[in-house]
């Protein structure tokens, strides 16, 4: 019997294995941070091991309660409906063991600040001297204007933080990244930086580099002290609320 909550870390999947090495660097950095607490990695799509095998999984091994922390940066259909979902499901065949799905990531102000550190570790590698710096924050996109709005939210915080111009673009939808660029342009940037707000590299960010190659972009958030930070923060979080609500 296991005394202390698991934590079952969630990952989107992708037919990429760069994102499933790069997620599997994030998870192993959680596990180093806390090495008492049973640490898993599952994926929603794509990838093994699923969620409902990691589920079984722990259940077998006697495990009574696992936080499940969504390593989403938005809270959309993945967070709201698919995991849910799954833990329900998970629930039933296990009743004996209590899932607390814990909020995602979100822009936490801590990810903004990892993010201000792609984009510095990037720039050191473009040419000297610098001009006006233009940033060309690039995420998924979206069908609903308010989760595009948050990407934009991103770029305002992270203009302050930096100083630098920025701009919103979205690999699947408008604003493009050469309308991003060229928007910095007619600004003043006389030199740009494209910084990717995924957590791991895949598909999309390639998509990316082949719509603006000429420029430096800078790496995904992937494993990053801020991102274990959260991570164990949402899992406290959960434990907290969930303790609250059986008082």
């Known amino acids: 019997m296991h005394g202390r909550t698991a934590l079952i870390a969630v990952a989107h999947g992708s037919r990429d294995p760069r994102s499933a090495a790069t997620v599997a660097a994030v998870v192993a950095g959680l596990a180093a941070a806390r090495p008492g607490v049973d640490v898993r990695l599952a994926f929603l799509d794509l990838n093994a091991p699923s969620v409902e095998q990691v589920v079984d999984a722990i259940a077998a091994q006697g495990h009574t309660h696992a936080v499940v922390v969504p390593l989403l940066l938005g809270n959309a259909f993945h967070a709201r409906v ?88 979205f690999a699947t939808t408008e604003p493009s990244l050469p309308q991003a660029i060229s928007r910095l342009r007619t600004r003043g940037a006389d030199d740009i930086l494209v910084a990717p707000w995924f957590l791991a590299p895949g598909l999309l960010t390639d998509r990316l580099v082949t719509a603006a190659p000429g420029v430096v972009h800078a790496d995904v958030i992937g494993p990053h002290s801020a991102l274990t930070d959260i991570v164990w923060d949402r899992y406290d979080a959960a434990i907290s609320n969930a303790l609250t609500l059986s008082a």
């Open 82 to 169: 698919d995991l849910p979902g799954l833990l329900t499901a998970a629930h039933g065949r296990h009743p004996q063991l209590h899932l607390t799905q814990a909020d995602v990531l979100g822009p936490d102000a801590r990810l903004i600040a990892a993010l201000r550190d792609r984009v510095s570790e990037a720039s050191t590698s473009m040419r000297e001297p610098l001009g006006r710096l233009g940033i060309a924050v690039a995420a998924v996109g979206s069908s609903a204007p308010a989760a595009n709005a948050r990407t934009a939210d991103v770029a305002r915080r992270l203009a302050r933080l930096t100083g630098h111009l920025t701009e919103i673009c």
